[in-house]
């Protein structure tokens, strides 16, 4: 019990015993009683009764593009719809011949018999459409998407004719995308009943139209329907849909299919011509032979020719000859002329006279023809497939190993470049451009350069170093550029990354300036979806976004960019001695003051003291190490402070104790000190 | 279809049409039956009328033998031969194919029964997804009929307080000027109509008379159930474990003339997954 949906377009196209009718037009027993009041008075004004014989040839196109343009699929196919609206008089001995097959695939050389036609009835040809390449493009649309941000180089121009374009969306940031639709009549005709309907993703928000034609749009369920009554030959019209996306993840957003359905009327578009229908019907004609009063064995003769049919006959010709033909009294072609019988009428043909004693024999022949209508139409259904767009985004991490550094010392800093692909499509070109300030030096042999991603290292023959300019003199700004070279077909795969780890020197930083260390990474994406070569173009020139898009992405912010520090630190410290007499006579406490006078902190101070061998140490305050040199006969006490913070002080003391016991003096305790 | 219409048919006996009338898929509960027959025939109790949902008791057996022969005729022109194409002969054709049908996930189906061949609303649908549709029936669908039935569909949504999220139009045959693509309002709700057709694959590698067996399962099921490929394969999806499945059908099975062709063919061999495997 098999139900099935059937769309719009199917139903006026789609063939089987569900429907009604023929593909796209009502002919036959579907012609409404209206249609055919207007066709009586068409015909001729006195033909209440009038019947018709109509023939109606529809031909429908239907092409399948895909987004660039390109005919994916097409088929045609063309009925030509014979009815006899008559509802008592049949036609028979039914004949129509076609030409102008060029197109199409119906036999053009002979006639077609098609017999009898009973009231009310209708009999179908139908024939497909060959070389439907050579048909002419009677509707002209095309469809270009623009990217309204300007960070994104040479994306404005999507959608030039006839290139298979890649279409791009930025990761994490709201896209503001033009879709302009337009649509030229380029037939000889006018072109009717334009329907198209526009798929737009639901990621899209705030949509908007830009048209002269809004009141004959309207969305619903994110579909555009555009109604357009009628476009004369050479007229163009054009529709302009603005709206803004985001993409968060990955996910698929599809630039929306379009479907498009157009008539051309009056016109078969394959070029197949009616060169001849004929059929007959009831009619009568006979030869009115009346003997002249006057002028006996005298005949007066002429052809009668009635119309008892409710159609409308054309006379083609009439011969009238004696028997053996060899007299022709009536020979007449009125085939260009257009001598209408209507139904009920009488034809009278011109008079003869023959004579013969009996009543006079004739051979006869007429060829007469039921009057048919021929109206011609032509629908085309186009759908156009769309793409999905590809999300482009990097995220970039910069490291530095040196958070700060001294003031014109010289020191080497190293830098980890992290560019990781967020988006679905691969880079395929990257510059990296690092400005080195002056005062600074980067190193300009490329092997210095270590480039890896997630497979493992990467070599560095795969990369250009450029260093500008590529001299040593410090008191001048470098850039470092680093441009993958064209062997490398994709620079970073989706979901990868590429790191890069060099270093630079500091020759002479100078506190007093304020460095900054700004990264630029050009990203480079085909814009073409059977691009293979880079082209040969440099990045820096405008020549590349011919074939690529370009997005820059800086690193120079404060929170993003990491910066050095360059801290002026001196040391200045100040170290006393101070002795003092112990708790007896031989005793002596002995106390330095260290003292950091600087900004800076003091690390792994060493403090050394000399003492006469005549002395021993009792004890001190830290911990010591002491020594004999014998060679001076003193000893050396050797004290380690791990550090002494800007301004801070330390105490040393310790005590030496006289072991000789001979009196001494202060001051040659004093000579032995060293730090 | 290749089933012959009733008159054709030689054996008009009520032990054969009785045999063709078991072979009938789904089943008929013992609450569904009587209605049928009564919509078909065009007699409904005052006392039946109303909406019923008839799902509580779907798995109830009828005792198909009962039937009159009138009864039987008419069940066999309904879902046998489908020579009567009716109004009500779709409703309940169409009913029958919403029991399995993958195309709407149906948690109900109530059944509008008023005796009156001229209703608006046959079936009210409400999916597992809880949206209402609206069902609409027709033999043949001429504009006329279907600018009428919007009306109509408007006026029952009002009466009953029920606010579809979709209409469906369901027919046997349309003619083809019915502006389907056209939204009309409902509530300040602006509805797309849909339109179903009973579609006859033509094709179709199974006929009316043929039996088609679904190996390694119990499923004998008789060709004239179903009218396309996609139709009987939404049945076996819904009546079977999946899996690796295999259809072949023995043609002619039911056909009153002997046919040498009996041997089985395969007309359908893949692997259907479940959602649930």
Known sequence: MGFKEISHAELKIKQGPNFVGIPLKHVGQLIKEEEVDIKKVEVVTSIDQASEIHLENDEVLNYQYLHDGEIKSMEGYGNISIYNNSSK????????????????????????NLGIFEPKTSRNIKYNITNLEELPVALKFSESIEFLSDEFDGFTDMGSEGSKQNYFLMFGKENNLKFTISLENRFASRITNINLKKLISKSFYDLRIDTEYNKNIKFSRNTLDWVIQSLDPGQKVELSILGKVKPMTKEN????????????????????????????????????KVEIDESPDNWRCSLIFKNRCSFPIKLNSIMVADKSQSTKFLDIDLKDKEIIILPGDIYNSEKWEVTDENEPKFSRKLEYSVTQKLQKNTDVVVHVNDEVFNIVGLQIRKEISEKEIKSFEGAKINVLLRVDNMGTIPLKGILLKEIIPEDFLPVNKITDYNFKNSSGDIKSDNFDLKIIPSDEDPSKQHVIELVNKEKMKNVI????????????????????????????????????????????????????????????????????????????????????????????????????????KSNVKLDNLEITDNFPQSFQLISSNIENKVTKNDKESTNTIMFNVDSILPYDEKEIMYYLKNITGKEIQFSELESFFYS | MDVQYLNLLQDKSKKRLLYLIEFITPKFSKEELPNVLEEIKGKVSKSKT???????????????????????????????????????????????????????????????????????????????????????????????????????????????????????????????NIPIDQPFKLDKKEIIPELWVELIEENCPFNGVDMLIVENTELNLAGFNFTNMEDILDFIYNNSEGGQVAIVKQPGFFSEYKSDESEKQLIWKGIMLKKNI
């Open chain 1, 89 to 112: 008089d049949r036609i028979w001995d039914t004949q129509i011949h076609l030409s102008g097959t060029q197109y199409n695939s119906l036999d053009s050389e002979t006639k077609m």
């Open chain 1, 253 to 288: 957003i599809r630039t929306g299919s379009l479907d498009l359905t157009y008539t051309i009327k009056d016109h078969a578009i394959s070029g197949v011509n009616l060169e001849d229908f004929s059929a007959y019907s009831h009619a009568m004609h006979a030869i009115d």
């Open chain 1, 493 to 596: 795969g989706s979901d990868d990354f590429l790191e890069v780890s060099y270093s630079f020197n500091a020759v002479s930083p100078d506190n007093k300036k304020d460095y900054k260390f700004p990264l630029e990474v050009k990203s480079f994406y085909h814009k073409f979806k059977d691009q293979t070569a880079m082209h040969d173009f440099k990045y820096e020139d405008q020549a590349g976004l011919r074939v690529f898009y370009v997005k820059e992405d800086v690193l120079s912010k404060e929170e993003e960019a990491p910066s050095v520090k360059i801290s002026h630190k001196r040391r200045k410290v100040s170290i006393g001695k101070e002795i003092f007499p112990g708790r007896s006579h031989d005793e002596f406490a002995i106390v330095v003051h260290v003292k950091n």
């Open chain 2, 50 to 176: 109303g909406l019923v949902d008839f799902s509580k008791n779907r798995g109830t057996v009828t005792d198909l033998s009962k039937l009159s022969l009138d009864q039987l005729k008419l069940m066999y022109q309904v879902f046998i031969s489908r020579e009567v194409n009716d109004k009500i002969a779709v409703k309940w054709r169409l009913y029958q194919f919403l029991k399995y049908s993958r195309s709407i996930n149906v948690k109900n189906i109530q059944v509008n029964i008023t005796g009156d061949s001229k209703q608006a609303v046959d079936l009210i649908v409400e999916t597992a997804e809880k949206e209402i549709i609206f069902f609409s029936c027709f033999d043949v669908l001429e504009l006329k009929d279907y600018k009428n039935a919007l009306t109509e569909v408007i006026k029952f949504s009002k009466e009953q307080k029920k606010t579809p999220d979709r209409v469906i139009i369901a027919t046997n045959k349309s003619y083809r």
